[in-house]
Every structure is written in structure tokens, then in C-alpha cells.
């Protein structure tokens, strides 16, 4: 479809697209430039070409029929593709989420998606991050959990999401639940936390622990508002402080604010997907006193368009310090975000920086 094909408003808003180098507008239409013979996506970052030898097409195969070819710069052919792959996750997700309560192996998957088994997994992960199982099982456990908040029994929902048996469903939940199915139907109801709260270089440090290990670590400048926030994430469990239990871990966690102890080697039990234990593995890795881009730690898990993905797992660390989110930066070497505040965040990595080079 060309540009004398669409109306006069539409135009205009597809060449403002052009304009603002709109990413938003790729996979809505490509644009081609009567001068140079080429076509490209609205996101093309090439010179600016004059309205009057633009015109407009659907998609690469209509500017292609009338005889453009695609850019170098901005591979809209490309792009294209990947626009299909992304549509087809989205519409194989679509059917995990209904059928959760069978199988689902990576055969039956790839059968739905018309594509091998291997070629289905690598597109798959390319796109969410994760392979096919990983996502079914990320998708059983949030089902299960939402049924449980809603009160069902835990063998009633243990089958309708999926699981095969009791004892697989116990096998997943340890790891990625931090407490068992029936604690957590309850909101944490029946199960203890410990916590303490002492003073830091960062301000006043919140560590907060389970039988198995440290479950929230929060920094501050208010005990009150502190306290709140981990009542707030475990509002039915029990909690009681412990300033002795808790001494060896907040003495490691001081040691470690002081240059003293550059690695951690502590226990944690948190919630987390199978996406969010990817890239907090990959936080572990990074030495102390050097940092990794956002864009880096994407391209280290295989797909390098998962950056924003990267940025909202470390915001969603409940045990700051333990699994060093500070340590990942912007592209530019700028901090970016950090729960806890930017100035902390460039206070730790100072720090750090300064200590291994003494």
C-alpha cells in the first residue's frame, strides 16, 4: 500500500513517526525514499530525506513489489522477522497459559508454532529470555500461587497448574517460592522472620531472615519506614527481632561496607522467576569494584535486547548488597537507577573502586 493510498491525516502521522526516528512505529509501516531507491523503518537513523520523495508502504514486501530495496543501515527485512518471531511467542504463550494442566513438552510446543524443536527453542529464548520449559514452569508456579491466595487447596491447585505430584510441586517451590505452598496460601501465615536493624555507611541497614536464609536486605534513613516495607511484603508471617541470630550475617554485610570482606557468601530464600535467578546469577559474577552495563548483562544471557528486562530484575532484588544490583550501570558508565537511592548506589561503587585498588 503506498502513500497516495492512505489518507491525508494518516500520512502526516506516519511522516511525524519518520521524523521522531519512532521505534514504536516499526512493524507499522516502512517508508521509501523515490530518490535513493531504498526503503527503511520509521526508526532508521539515516539523513532526513525531503516529504516529497517519501512514500509510504505496509511492510517490506509492498515496498519491494514497487521496486525499492531495503536499507543496510536499519535492515527493515530484518526487523521484520523478528516482529513475526516476537508475534509468535506471544501466540504460543497464549496457549501455554490455557493449557497449562497438560504436558506441554518441546515437541508438542514446536508442532503448535510449525517449527523444529531447536529452532523453536533458540527463537523462543531470543525473545523472552528463557527457553519454553522455563517459561511453563515460571507460568505454573505464578498460576499455582494465585490460586492459593484465593484460597484453594494446595492438591486441588498443584494439579491444575500443571504439576504431576506433590513432590515435584515441593521440588520447584523451594526454590522459587521461599516458603512452602501451604505457608504461602496464607500469606506467610505460621512462618517466622527474624530481622535486625543496624547503622551503616549507606544509613540504617535492614537485614530480615528465614530459617534458610536472608530474605530482605533494605537501607535507609527510618527504622519505621523500613520495618514497613518488610510487613508490607510478608503481611500474614510472624515477625520478631533478633539481634543475635542475625549477628554473624550483619557483621559479614558491615565487613563488606568497609572494604573488609570484598566477597559475600551468604544463604538467601527469596521469590524469584526463572528470569530474575538468570540475571541475579549473572550480578554474582561481577567482580567487586567493576561494574557491567545493563546491555552487557543481556548480551551475557543470549539475547542482547533484554536490557530493560536486566534493569527491572535488579529492581526487583530484595537482598541488596548480597546480590551486588549496584554493580550493573548504563551504557554511558552513568549509575542509573538503584532502589535505595542514586547517591548510595554511586557512594557503593566509589567505594568498592577504591578499596580494590588500595
Known sequence: MQAEAYRADQQER???AVQENDVRMNGVFVYAVKSTGIYCLPSCPSRLPRRE?????????????AGFRPCRRCQPKRESAES?????VKRLCAYIQEHLEEPLTLSDLSEQAHMSPFHLQRVFKRVMGITPYQYVEASRMRYLKDRLKDGEQ????????????PSRLYERSAAQMGMSPVVYSNGGKGMTISYTLVSSPLGRLLVAATERG????RIGENDEELLAGLRADYEAA?????????TEWVTV??????????????????QATAFQWKVWKELLKIPYGETRSYGEIARALGDPKKARAVANACASNPVALVIPCHRVVRNNGAPGGYRWGIKRKQQL????RHHKDV
Not at 512514500?55 to 519491494?64: H, I, S
Not at 536472608?214 to 536486605?217: A, F, G, K, L, P
Not at 573488609?260 to 527469596?270: A, F, N, S, T
Open 14 to 16: 506516519y511522516w511525524q
Open 154 to 165: 494446595v492438591t486441588t491447585a498443584l494439579y491444575e497448574a500443571g504439576f504431576s505430584s
Open 349 to 352: 561503587l566509589d567505594q568498592e
Open 238 to 246: 510472624q515477625m520478631q527481632k533478633d539481634n543475635v541470630v542475625l
Open 253 to 270: 554485610l558491615l565487613r563488606h561496607l568497609e572494604g573488609q570482606q570484598p566477597d559475600l557468601h551468604l544463604p538467601v530464600d527469596v
Open 53 to 65: 520523495h517519501v512514500a509510504f508502504f505496509a511492510g517490506p514486501e509492498d515496498a519491494e513489489r
Open 214 to 217: 536472608i530474605c530482605e536486605v
Open 84 to 88: 513475526e518471531h516476537i508475534a509468535l
